[in-house]
């Protein structure tokens, strides 16, 4: 009787073990320590003197370096090495003796090095439409030209952008326009348009919550010649508010509500844009594809005015594997009674300087 009692109690004991043991977290100091410091360093400055390193490392104590990345980037490169994302094959590949979850320890280590919470994480730095202002501060260089066939006149234009980002949540932005305009039955006029000037500041990000929310003016001056068609010939302020949000399902929601409101409303009509992009990034990392649907809607305030509504179907293409490259291709169709166009094709090519040259 006692033998049977004791089995069913060993028995007991045996199944209900498994249930109860717990694997502790994997330390990302101490992997840090063992896989990274021989190059990086104990401090996470850079390799140390007198090492083989003959590449420029990363100062992981840098913010603007530590958080302009997601995850998803900083774990393909460490498990699959430099080679992978087009950078030096002296950053060997981990993949074969560390875990993903010993990756991500590490990661998270790394992050820490970063002392200022208020700089935005990469994964906030949702993927640029083609057509709605995007909330996250950028180095970006770009170039967005765009074509519009409206009744009885077509119009060619290009906007050249350079974007620097200010500090944790800063950015200030010049743009240089360029216009060709084609009036059927008339003589083609060309030149440079009205510069731009723009401030946008992030006042509120949330990993956790996958949400960032930015303020932003531009400031664009009457430098075309409006005789000519080649500018508003007006100081024109341009407020706005800029939102990005991940969603559930992997969408990603980016909105823009901004107001056109130039001095002379006699030279230029006074309007609110509302802008949203609905997009589908096709993978976690930058150099993922993604799918769009945008959408804008304009509405009158003062002046000679046509309200309308387009709706654009858009694509954003990496050219790198890093993803530092990249194109976007989008059509707006006119889905409103009012129409001030018949239809609007846009483009732009981006590079992010900081990650990287245009050939590598």
Same mark, same amino acid.
């Given at each position: 009787?006692?033998?049977?009692?004791?089995?069913?109690?060993?028995?007991?004991?045996?199944?209900?073990?498994?249930? +109860?043991?717990?694997?502790?977290?994997?330390?990302?100091?101490?992997?840090?320590?063992?896989?990274?410091?021989?190059?990086?360093?104990?401090?996470?400055?850079?390799?140390?003197?007198?090492?083989?390193?003959?590449?420029?490392?990363?100062?992981?104590?840098?913010?603007?370096?530590?958080? +302009?990345?997601?995850?998803?980037?900083?774990?393909?490169?460490?498990?699959?090495?430099?080679?992978?994302?087009?950078?030096?094959?002296?950053?060997?590949?981990?993949?074969?003796?560390?875990?993903?979850?010993? &990756?991500?320890?590490?990661?998270?280590?790394?992050?820490?090095?970063?002392?200022?919470?208020?700089?935005?994480?990469?994964?906030?730095?949702?993927?640029?439409?083609?057509?709605?202002?995007?909330?996250?501060?950028?180095?970006?260089?770009?170039?967005?030209?765009?074509?519009?066939?409206?009744?009885?006149?077509?119009?060619?234009?290009?906007?050249?952008?350079?974007?620097?980002?200010?500090?944790?949540?800063?950015?200030?932005?010049?743009?240089?326009?360029?216009?060709?305009?084609?009036?059927?039955?008339?003589?083609?006029?060309?030149?440079?348009?009205?510069?731009?000037?723009?401030?946008?500041?992030?006042?509120?990000?949330?990993?956790?919550?996958?949400?960032?929310?930015?303020?932003?003016?531009?400031?664009?001056?009457?430098?075309?010649?409006?005789?000519?068609?080649?500018?508003?010939?007006?100081?024109?302020?341009?407020?706005?508010?800029?939102?990005?949000?991940?969603?559930?399902?992997?969408?990603?929601?980016?909105?823009?509500? +901004?107001?056109?409101?130039?001095?002379?409303?006699?030279?230029?009509?006074?309007?609110?844009?509302? +802008?949203?992009?609905?997009?589908?990034?096709?993978?976690?990392?930058?150099?993922?594809?993604?799918?769009?649907?945008?959408?804008?809607?304009?509405?009158? &305030?003062?002046?000679?005015?046509?309200?309308?509504?387009?709706?654009?179907?858009?694509?954003?293409?990496?050219?790198?594997?890093?993803?530092?490259?990249?194109?976007?291709?989008?059509?707006?169709?006119?889905?409103?009674?009012?129409?001030?166009?018949?239809?609007?094709?846009?483009?732009?090519?981006?590079?992010?300087?900081?990650?990287?040259? &245009?050939?590598?």
């Amino acid at each position: 009787m006692i033998s049977r009692f004791c089995l069913a109690v060993v028995l007991v004991v045996v199944v209900a073990l498994p249930a +109860r043991v717990t694997f502790a977290a994997p330390d990302g100091k101490q992997l840090f320590e063992d896989a990274c410091a021989t190059c990086h360093g104990l401090d996470g400055k850079g390799a140390p003197a007198g090492s083989s390193i003959a590449v420029p490392l990363p100062d992981f104590t840098d913010c603007n370096t530590v958080t +302009r990345e997601p995850d998803a980037d900083w774990g393909a490169l460490a498990a699959h090495g430099g080679a992978f994302l087009g950078m030096s094959s002296q950053m060997p590949a981990f993949g074969d003796v560390l875990s993903r979850d010993e &990756i991500q320890a590490i990661l998270d280590y790394i992050r820490r090095f970063c002392d200022d919470p208020s700089w935005p994480r990469g994964e906030l730095n949702f993927r640029r439409p083609v057509f709605v202002t995007k909330a996250f501060p950028e180095d970006e260089a770009v170039i967005a030209p765009g074509f519009t066939q409206a009744t009885g006149e077509r119009s060619y234009d290009a906007e050249i952008s350079a974007e620097t980002r200010i500090g944790a949540r800063g950015q200030i932005e010049l743009t240089v326009p360029l216009s060709l305009i084609d009036p059927i039955g008339g003589p083609t006029v060309g030149g440079f348009g009205d510069l731009g000037l723009a401030y946008k500041h992030v006042v509120f990000a949330s990993l956790p919550l996958r949400t960032i929310f930015s303020l932003a003016t531009d400031l664009i001056m009457p430098s075309g010649d409006h005789a000519r068609g080649l500018g508003d010939g007006t100081t024109t302020f341009e407020p706005a508010v800029l939102s990005g949000h991940g969603l559930p399902g992997g969408f990603v929601l980016q909105t823009q509500f +901004r107001a056109v409101l130039p001095i002379d409303v006699n030279r230029a009509p006074r309007h609110f844009l509302y +802008r949203f992009a609905l997009q589908y990034p096709l993978g976690p990392r930058k150099n993922a594809l993604v799918p769009a649907l945008e959408f804008e809607s304009a509405q009158k &305030i003062e002046g000679a005015f046509r309200d309308y509504t387009v709706l654009a179907p858009t694509l954003y293409i990496p050219l790198s594997q890093r993803g530092h490259l990249a194109i976007g291709l989008g059509g707006q169709i006119p889905v409103s009674d009012r129409r001030s166009f018949d239809y609007r094709l846009g483009a732009f090519f981006l590079w992010e300087y900081l990650d990287g040259g &245009i050939w590598w």
